[in-house]
């Protein structure tokens, strides 16, 4: 730790934040110092290996120095054993405090923070990136010191055989780091060839693999099996040179190994026939030299190690620092009522402007309907009205209060949300069917509220009832009767206003019938905000808005609007062909 | 582990293997046990000479067999290397030619994701086989060849060295059997993790709105702890693997030296031949552990290699059949019966699908519509009855063929990654002119946005087409459909999903495509239908009504509903 402290003080300044990453993710220091302890005394016994190795070898035939030789394997093999399983825990809980943290964060960052970063990809961070980056720490913080205190104290010992051999240790230092950095550099380009051509071939295939029908619909058969001959040729020749690669390694260190092993033996036995050393201290002297050789290789690793880990941490690092939803109110305050008010609100995605100047009411309990094309900007105003995105300009009031000033707490608890393609985690279909509910639910209330969505007649049908698992996503169910499940879930929550988001889009003509219905039937006097392509809906509700590239084009019923809006008349212009065809 | 061995040659037969340089390996691997050896009586020699004086050839003899050593070290690193890779590619093009060649229902059973891994990291693990071969060959060999020597050393050490051996096997054998359990909860517990986030993660947003957040962290701090749990008991049992290892050193010395010092003070061995014996015995014993890991490393990949000779075994998509002779023939349904695995999904359809006309199926979801489709493109056969073209059974006809006269547009990531020309021209074998391709271009109202695109007919349409709008995609399928001119046209819902301006776009482009070809259209909404020449109304797999729309309008409930649905705001 001692040795972080200092090059954080180096004035570098990403040492700074690293050093402030690692206050952030929870270590747990009382595993590392116990492992720490443990890996000092490993070294420590490592030690006296040479000398006890080098009794037996000299061919001494006396009982007391076998008897050692087994007792100090006996006491190597405890402290091995300690070493390595104490190290386990320290680096998994480390793992774990990273995954903890992350996802603690990854639930309460702001919105928009994923619009520029996937949160699917952002899993590997917690999955991947926690276990290298806390393996290699671990190994730092437990090794990097006893390693030093190890070398140290063999070089010491071999000077009190012989200064001279002491240096002859170091002749080969500077090949060695030469060479660790410069394999080290290569291995990463090879690796990383290895790596995208990988992700190349995988890509392929699973586009391929999920787009199977239409190469057979175009009889493309031939010509997709040269593509994926010419991806997998590509993998095989990034194998092939991590395979030379490991041919020059094994050349390089055979060598360096090789010249090692004659400096020490030239030298010691150039100063053994003089007569400075015995026979004893070259043997310990020759195994030691190989010891310190790894000691040395060690010391190097730790330091391109610490830089692993730095690369490693970089996007948990900028994951961590991304801003949070905080709640920088403290006392809430209560709306009056739940009558909802934009007022000129404009807001932009980074430099793409979302909405301009837009400003219109939703009264409480009547239905409005948020139509307009694609990017026009309908999600962003739900999103503003439940407090995910700040507005650049303007105000988003729910009872007078903006919502801005009410805790996260308050604002959400009067929202219900509806998804296009519901959004059901997998469980049970009790389990479902409570998300998010925060308090206990008797069954009798979940058949109730079923019973009002006809999800009832669903459950019925499943020979487990509530206890039926539900597929992630709810894949196990058609689309109409995940809408059914979660409008009950919205029923049961009973809040004030119901956001939805697209909520017939996904389904067919008939289903999308029934959805609409049961939407207007469940909730009559709750507020309706409902986002839409879905033409037919717009003449049941009380409000149309309809955006066109982020400017409010009109505000008003179905009368008002028909005739008077360009942009709506746009809109509903492909539903007269069939308005004609009916009559 | 013979039925393994059996499954393992299974999935290499007819494949091209470098049977040369799988004998070559082998035969640099003897090489370097041999040298391995030698190399240790060589340094016995030196200790022995180094008490008397040192001796300058044995140093260069040392020198010379490290060098040696070093060299087949290399030989073998590359060589094996080779073949391991070799043998990867070639599973790897042997499994990605069948799964081209796989009748398209194989698709529907397995996950797509898993059936990636095939070609890419399960084919690894297939060619691991021979690897894993070579390496228990080598043990065999290098530790028969060191009890050789430890023989010759001297006979009763090497006899009693001998006991050292079951001890490993059994250490070996008790370490597999806890990994493989250990081993199987750590990974269902990061399975389970992993499963958790892939979901959560794209629920953020709900998670956010309903204000879980605090529940959602604590489910995953449990998976973590669990997880985390399994990963250190599973650590915990190496230990029994390294403690039992070095229990063996010591046993190694014990035989070594108790009895070894007893001899050299008879004067039996020397000191250099008593540490040799003892460096040895050490590797032997090494050789024999790292037997026992190959074997439990087979075991391992075997289950692997079982799901590639599964699908190896699928029969493919037959080839045979005769060229289509005519352009274009009625469609007739004879009796249809279509079961997907035990639901049946297709039941008694009769009717005929007119040539050069349109005819739109209309229905709930799960009714058949797209199974329709694929009984039609002959992606699956039908159960029972037949499907006729004009007069003869499709299934007459050779595959390629048949399908070479259809184009589907369906709703659905329609695009592969690739430039806007590539996909335009996809599965087009004759050569197109750069006036063909803005012709078409402009037939599928894509010609102005492509201009308009940088790079134009080069540029990317990004992984499933991202970079384009959903309607800029739909109507480069659209241009492709035309590319390929076919005689019969299928519509899946090619307009759903999209918004009303974009919708507009698509179907004045499809309306050009649908220019004198026979159409089926599967219809979200009734504006598709009602130029249909014929609508078939398809309800829980039976066909409920056939006619025109006018006919539909004033005697089938359905289509009236769907009708009045589909054109609510017009009342």
């Not at chain 1, 459950?459 to 409008?487: I, N």
């Not at chain 2, 994701?113 to 060999?141: K, M, P």
Request: hydrophobic share 45%; charged share 20%.
């Amino acid at each position: 730790m001692s040795e972080k402290v200092k090059k954080a003080e180096t004035g570098k300044g990403h040492w700074h934040s690293f050093w402030n990453l690692l206050k952030k993710i929870h270590l747990p220091w009382h595993w590392i110092i116990i492992a720490f302890l443990c890996n000092f005394c490993y070294n420590k016994v490592m030690l006296k290996l040479p000398t006890v190795s080098a009794g037996l070898m000299s061919g001494s035939t006396d009982s007391k120095v076998l008897w050692d030789a087994i007792m100090f394997y006996v006491l190597f093999t405890i402290v091995l054993c300690a070493d390595v399983a104490l190290r386990s825990p320290a680096r998994h809980i480390a793992a774990r405090n990273v995954r903890r943290v992350v996802w603690k964060k990854m639930l309460h960052i702001r919105m928009d923070y994923y619009d520029s970063n996937d949160p699917s990809d952002m899993m590997s961070v917690i999955t991947n990136d926690a276990t290298t980056a806390t393996e290699l720490l671990v190994e730092f913080l437990v090794g990097f010191l006893p390693t030093v205190y190890y070398a140290v104290t063999a070089l010491k010992t071999i000077s009190s055989y012989n200064v001279w051999l002491m240096l002859s240790v170091f002749i080969l230092l500077p090949v060695k780091i030469i060479y660790t950095v410069f394999v080290g550099r290569w291995q990463y380009k090879t690796q990383f060839g290895v790596f995208s051509q990988i992700g190349n071939l995988t890509a392929y295939l699973a586009e391929r693999v999920r787009s199977l029908s239409l190469i057979k619909t175009y009889t493309n058969e031939e010509k997709e099996l040269k593509n994926g001959e010419n991806a997998a040729y590509g993998l095989f020749d990034a194998y092939m040179q991590v395979n030379k690669l490991q041919c020059v390694v094994s050349a390089l260190s055979t060598l360096i190994g090789m010249a090692q092993t004659m400096a020490v033996m030239v030298f010691g036995v150039i100063l053994l026939k003089l007569g400075d050393i015995t026979l004893q201290q070259w043997i310990a002297f020759f195994m030691f030299s190989s010891t310190l050789s790894t000691s040395f290789d060690n010391l190097i690793n730790y330091w391109m190690n610490l830089k692993m880990i730095q690369g490693t941490l970089a996007r948990t690092s900028h994951l961590l620092m991304a801003p949070e939803e905080e709640d920088t109110v403290k006392d809430t305050k209560k709306p009056e009522g739940t009558d909802i008010v934009f007022e000129n609100v404009s807001f932009a995605y980074g430099d793409k402007k979302a909405l301009k100047n837009i400003s219109f009411q939703v009264p409480a309990g009547s239905s409005t309907a948020i139509i307009g094309l694609c990017g026009s900007g309908k999600t962003t105003s739900l999103s503003l009205l439940e407090h995910f995105y700040e507005p650049s300009e303007g105000k988003v009031t729910l009872g007078g209060v903006p919502v801005s000033e009410m805790t996260l707490d308050e604002l959400r608890g009067y929202m219900g949300y509806v998804q296009q393609g519901a959004d059901i985690f997998s469980g049970t279909a009790r389990e479902a069917l409570t998300y998010g509910l925060h308090r206990e639910v008797s069954d009798d209330e979940i058949w109730k509220a079923a019973e009002k969505s006809g999800f009832a007649e669903i459950l019925r049908k499943w020979e487990s009832g509530l206890d039926t698992p539900v597929a992630p996503g709810g894949t196990s169910m058609s689309g109409g009767q995940r809408q059914k499940l979660v409008l009950t879930r919205e029923f049961m929550r009973d809040t004030d206003i119901l956001l939805l988001d697209e909520p017939t889009s996904a389904l067919d003509a008939a289903a999308s019938k029934l959805v609409q219905d049961t939407i207007f039937e469940m909730f009559p006097n709750r507020t309706k905000i409902m986002v839409t392509h879905d033409l037919s809906l717009i003449e049941r509700v009380d409000q149309i808005i309809v955006l066109h590239n982020g400017v409010l084009a009109g505000c008003g019923n179905y009368s008002e609007l028909y005739g008077n809006c360009e942009a709506f008349m746009d809109l509903i212009a492909a539903c007269e062909a069939e308005k004609e065809a009916v009559q | 582990m013979i039925k393994q061995i059996k499954g393992y040659t299974k999935i290499f037969k007819g494949m091209k293997l470098p049977w040369l340089l799988l004998f070559l390996v082998i035969v640099i691997c003897m090489i370097r046990s041999h040298v391995e050896v030698e190399a240790i009586t060589i340094t016995a020699s030196i200790i022995d000479g180094t008490q008397n004086s040192i001796k300058t050839d044995e140093l260069i003899r040392y020198i010379e067999f490290q060098l040696i050593a070093g060299i087949i070290t290399i030989a073998f690193t590359y060589a094996s290397g080779l073949l391991l890779q070799k043998i990867n590619l070639a599973v790897r093009l042997r499994v990605w030619d069948k799964m081209m060649h796989l009748p398209t229902s194989y698709y529907d059973t397995d996950n797509v994701n898993e059936l990636v891994t095939r070609v890419t990291t399960d084919a690894d693990c297939a060619g691991n086989y021979f690897q894993i071969l070579i390496n228990i060959f080598t043990a065999v060999y290098a530790g028969i060849v060191a009890y050789q020597k430890l023989f010759s050393f001297q006979f009763q050490m090497a006899l009693a060295s001998l006991l050292i051996v079951p001890v490993v096997v059994g250490i070996t054998v008790l370490y597999g059997k806890l990994t493989f359990r250990t081993g199987a909860v750590a990974r269902t517990r990061l399975a389970a993790m992993m499963g958790y986030l892939a979901e959560h993660v794209r629920g953020l947003r709900l998670i956010k709105s309903f204000r879980v957040e605090e529940e959602e962290r604590m489910k995953a701090d449990d998976l973590f702890k669990k997880q985390c749990k399994a990963d250190i008991f599973l650590s915990y049992t190496s230990m029994i693997q390294l403690g039992g290892m070095e229990v063996v050193g010591c046993l190694t010395i014990v035989v070594s030296f108790v009895l070894g010092s007893q001899m050299v003070a008879s004067g039996e061995i020397t000191v250099g031949k008593l540490i040799g014996f003892y460096t040895l015995c050490s590797m032997a014993v090494a050789r024999f552990a790292t037997l026992c890991t190959n074997f439990g490393e087979f075991s391992k990949n075997a289950g692997i290699v079982h799901k590639i000779g599964q699908i190896l075994e699928v029969p493919n998509e037959p080839e045979d059949g005769c060229e289509m002779d005519v352009a274009d023939a009625d469609i007739i349904l004879n009796h249809v019966n279509f079961s997907y695995q035990t639901a049946s999904v297709l039941r008694d359809l009769n009717c005929s699908i007119p040539k050069r006309k349109v005819t739109a199926i209309v229905g709930t979801n799960g009714a058949g519509k797209s199974t329709l489709f694929k009984l039609l493109e002959r992606m699956y056969n039908p159960t029972e009855g037949q499907i006729y073209f004009g007069n003869k059974d499709i299934t007459d006809f050779k595959l390629s063929s048949w399908r070479k006269s259809f184009a589907i547009v369906a709703q659905d990531k329609p695009l592969l990654s690739g430039t806007i020309r590539e996909n335009i021209m996809y599965g087009v074998e004759r050569q197109v002119s750069e006036e063909e391709l803005i012709h078409v271009a402009k037939m599928a109202n894509i010609y102005d946005f492509v201009m308009n695109t940088p790079g134009q007919f080069d540029a990317e349409v990004g992984p499933g087409g991202s970079n384009f709008s959903g309607g800029q995609q739909q109507c480069i399928a659209i241009a492709r459909a035309m590319m390929r001119n076919p005689d019969y046209l299928l519509l899946d819902e090619a307009t759903s999903n999209l918004d009303v301006k974009s919708e507009q776009q698509v179907t004045a482009a499809l309306s050009n495509l649908m220019k004198g070809r026979t159409t089926i259209l599967i219809a979200h909404n009734y504006s598709a239908t009602v130029f249909a020449d014929q609508v078939i109304v398809l309800c829980d797999g039976e066909i409920q009504a056939v006619g025109t729309p006018e006919e539909l309008l004033k005697t089938n409930e359905y289509y009236r509903t769907f009708a009045k649905a589909g054109s609510g705001v017009a009342k």
